[in-house]
């Protein structure tokens, strides 16, 4: 089945390698100065179909190489570099982008997190407060030993409790 | 003959797990000793006949014997024996049944040790063990068969199957098709490995969890008898992440050690709650309190465990419809989502019975900050959770796959990680119980004026990146106080008894090894986070295409294209290995050969770069392509790291804490008994 997704994505690249080889020659003549830096810059932040999780700039395989030629020319061309992203995911798909755009379901990637971390905090904060509450200890106590610097032999002592402890 | 040796011992093991979990239920139920004992020896004949079965199949892949699917499907004949050997966990069948093994070694283990003291959570821990290993086996027999063979119809056509299909005869491909070639390396031979013992040693303590609940001894015994199984699978991951991450480095040849890839965030995720869990036992150790909340960590991370097995074997990564056409994924899904509600039904059964002791007394207290802890490693879980199944949720509602990369991971998790390195310079300061911001002040306050010196160097030196200066500033208030909580207890001990200093540090990392092993760790931590400061914020790369005797520049580095050679080497491989003389500010420094292998077998190239390796940064040179009729030029890709070294240094630091604080005690285990709460109370108020 993968094989077959594979070669399925074959044809389009095949198609595109095509366009690519006879626009590369006159993409170099049109702009002779798009470096493989640049390629890579935009490649970086995108993802093919088929290498799952490699962002193209480091896929070695050769329908990424084929991508890559691809941003050349068009870069050549004079796309900006929005303007090649977007040509890619008409093409391909959001799956291309590193991350998922911000629309429709794709803000509960966005939302879920935070807002499961605030309700994280939330329950934190609401048990504390209902531990301090229900302890009866006075706040007070706690600020007993606070005045002073403590004696040497105080942090020794506390240090050695907490060590037998965890004999 | 060995296949079916093979095979037959996989499926005694099935039946023997099936009647130990019955046997100990009904021995423990019925009140007969003698099924209990029945059940253990069942357990304890799990690991050789697992043994027989992994055994077989080792010989058969060393053996060349492609007549089986799977060895033909992961060696060649071209492959060293030490590669067959590793061959094992290098697909899918070979890996369940390699983790089936493990499982059964460390069920065995504890069956083994202590029989009679903890003769009320044994049987349970067997029924626990014994549940997810014939989970396991069932996978193996009836979707992942690894002793399958190749099968010649009459009619012609080739078919896998266990027996002789009629009329069929057996068919031999003439040589396999090989490892992986990016499995080929050690970093790989011992990862693997490493990840599965974490995994499966995870088990251990979740077993007595729910021993625990089952029989009502809900108080901190199973977590004291637990401890250094946890300690153990713990180390186990964090070394099996850290290999993975060097073996990425050195492979993958992108220039990084992490790429958030689901893969690696499938193992990542059980180690989260592992860490949390570490911490907060401490917790119901010292005070009696979280004692539900440490119930819900273990059994996150059990399931955790499981998931990221059925992750990374199931094919949903790929795809939804990958995850519905392959068998195992149900099956797993099923098994998590059983394992999980049946564990939470027991949590909730006990819930009562887990009251904490005591309460918690200050927002400033360690038991507070350990819980905020807690609450950033869950933060981190939930954007890792989120980030590898929010994919899947898309194909199902959409229909259309969105790819989650490293700028989401790396943005949500920054500020959470920071956190966590803030907690370590403050929490080690606050006591037990009761801390005011006062207190800690008084504590913090040299650490905090020495890191802002640090601070105030680096920033002399011309750093200007912001989010690195909060970062050096972290790492430098971590390492004060750490550095200080040791000075502090050495000097108490030093003016108590007259000891030197040194001996005095030795003597007190000695006497508490999980304190100052924990503290070891988290200097291991820091030093991390430097390598991943240098590399994440100040990373430099360019690519060009240059002739021989060209040079490209990046930074102060320069780098000149001597020649490139092409030659087939002995294992079956064409190797293209350029030598390059790198020069940084104008002086030759070193040679580099970075090289592209290509592996005839598998039809697979790896690409293998040359690096120059120094404290101050990393020179990482790629070959990415070369013209092939004549030598005229190649194009390189070339990488600058700056610090990255201290982050193999302080994985090195990290696991030799962790082997501190997990060593075995001299007298074989502490003392146990159960300390009234009363007395503990008592005692907490003591310090």
């Known amino acids: 089945m993968r094989g077959l997704i594979r070669s399925f994505w074959l044809i389009p690249l095949v198609i595109l390698v095509v366009l690519a080889v006879s626009g590369v020659a006159r993409a170099q003549e049109a702009n002779p100065t798009v470096t493989d830096d640049d390629v890579n810059r935009i490649a970086k932040g995108l993802y093919c179909p088929v290498c799952e999780n490699i962002p193209l700039d480091v896929c070695g395989t050769q329908a990424c190489q084929q991508w890559r030629d691809l941003i050349r020319e068009k870069l050549g061309e004079g796309w900006s570099d929005e303007q090649i992203k977007t040509y890619f995911v008409n093409q391909y798909g959001d799956r291309v982008l590193a991350e998922p755009p911000r629309r429709g379901i794709n803000w509960l990637v966005y939302l879920v997190p935070p807002l499961a971390f605030l309700l994280g905090i939330f329950i934190l904060v609401k048990a504390l407060r209902s531990w301090k509450a229900g302890s009866g200890v006075p706040e007070a106590e706690g600020t007993a030993d606070a005045p002073g610097q403590p004696p040497a032999d105080e942090y020794i002592k506390r240090l050695e409790e907490e060590l037998r402890r965890n004999q | ?687």
């Open chain 2, 1 to 687: 003959m060995l296949a079916n040796i093979g095979f037959g011992a996989l499926l005694i093991t099935a039946i023997l797990s099936a009647y130990g979990i019955f046997a100990a239920v009904y021995g423990v139920i019925q009140k007969r000793a003698r099924w209990v004992d029945s059940a253990r020896n069942a357990m304890l004949l799990t690991f050789p006949l697992l043994t027989l079965a992994a055994v077989s199949l080792i010989i058969l892949l060393v053996d060349n014997r492609f007549e089986i699917q799977y060895v033909a499907s992961v060696t060649s004949r071209s492959m060293p024996t030490y590669l067959k050997i590793t061959a094992l966990w290098g697909g899918q069948q070979g890996s369940l049944l390699f983790w089936a093994w493990l499982m059964s070694a460390f069920t065995t283990a504890v069956t083994l040790r202590k029989w009679d003291r903890d003769r009320e959570f044994l049987p349970w821990v067997i029924v626990v063990g014994l549940i997810t290993l014939l989970f396991f086996l069932l996978l193996i027999l009836l979707y992942e068969n690894p002793f399958m063979k190749y099968w010649a119809l009459p009619g012609g056509g080739i078919v896998g199957a266990l027996f002789r299909p009629a009329g069929a005869t057996l068919f031999t491909p003439a040589d396999g098709s090989g490892l992986n070639p990016l499995l080929r390396h050690p970093g790989m031979i011992i990862h693997p490995p490493l990840l599965y013992l974490g995994f499966v040693a995870f088990v251990i303590p979740f077993s007595f969890a729910i021993a625990a609940l089952i029989t009502g001894r809900t108080d901190d015994r199973w977590i004291r008898l637990t401890r250094r199984w946890t300690l153990w699978a713990w180390l186990f991951l964090s070394l099996g992440l850290i290999l993975g991450g060097r073996w990425a480095y050195d492979v993958l040849g992108w220039g990084g050690y992490w790429g958030w890839d689901p893969v690696e965030i499938a193992a990542f995720m059980p180690w989260l709650t592992g860490t949390a869990f570490l911490h907060s036992v401490m917790i119901q150790e010292k005070r009696g309190m979280l004692k539900h909340w440490n119930m819900v960590l273990i059994i996150l991370t059990y399931a955790l465990v499981i998931f990221g097995t059925f992750l990374t074997r199931s094919g949903v990564l790929s795809s939804v419809h990958a995850f519905a056409q392959s068998a195992i994924g149900p099956a797993f899904f099923g098994f998590i989502a059983l394992t999980f509600i049946a564990s939470l039904v027991l949590l909730a059964w006990r819930w009562s019975s887990l009251k904490a002791e005591t309460q918690m007394t200050s927002m400033f207290s360690r038991e507070a900050l350990f819980l905020l802890n807690n609450l950033l490693f869950i933060g981190i879980l939930i954007v890792c959770f989120w980030g590898v199944i929010f994919p899947l949720i898309s194909e199902l509602a959409t229909g259309q796959k969105v790819t989650v990369g490293p700028p989401f991971y790396e943005r949500a998790t920054a500020p959470l990680f920071s956190g966590l390195l803030l907690l370590m310079g403050i929490a080690p300061l606050a006591a037990w119980r009761h801390s005011t911001v006062k207190t800690l002040g008084r504590a913090a306050w040299k650490p905090l004026v020495l890191s802002v010196l640090v601070v105030a160097g680096i920033f002399a030196l011309g750093v200007r990146h912001w989010a690195a200066l909060v970062g050096f500033w972290l790492v430098a208030f971590v390492t004060g106080v750490t550095l200080y909580e040791f000075y502090r207890g050495a000097m108490a001990r030093h003016r108590k008894s007259g000891e030197n200093l040194a001996l005095a540090v030795v003597r007190l990392a000695g006497r508490n090894r999980r304190r100052y092993g924990g503290y070891i760790i988290h200097l291991g931590v820091v030093l991390m986070a430097i390598g991943i400061i240098g590399i994440e914020m100040f990373q430099q790369e360019t690519q060009g295409t240059i002739p021989q005797g060209g040079e490209l520049a990046l930074g102060e580095y320069t780098i000149r294209y001597d020649r490139l050679d092409i030659f087939d080497a002995v294992d079956n491989r064409n190797v293209a290995r350029a030598t390059l003389s790198v020069f940084k500010n104008g002086e030759y420094v070193t040679e580099l050969h970075p090289r592209r292998d290509f592996f005839y077998d598998s039809q697979q190239p790896m690409t293998i770069p040359g690096i120059r390796s120094t404290m101050e940064d990393d020179f990482y040179v790629l070959l990415v392509d070369w013209l092939p009729v004549s030598t005229a030029g190649a194009t390189f890709k070339v990488y600058h790291n700056p610090l990255v070294n201290w982050l193999w240094l302080g994985g090195f630091v990290f696991i030799l804490g962790t082997f501190l604080a997990a060593w075995p005690e001299k007298e074989t285990e502490p003392v146990l008994r159960t300390v009234p709460a009363q007395a503990r109370r008592l005692q907490a108020y003591g310090d």
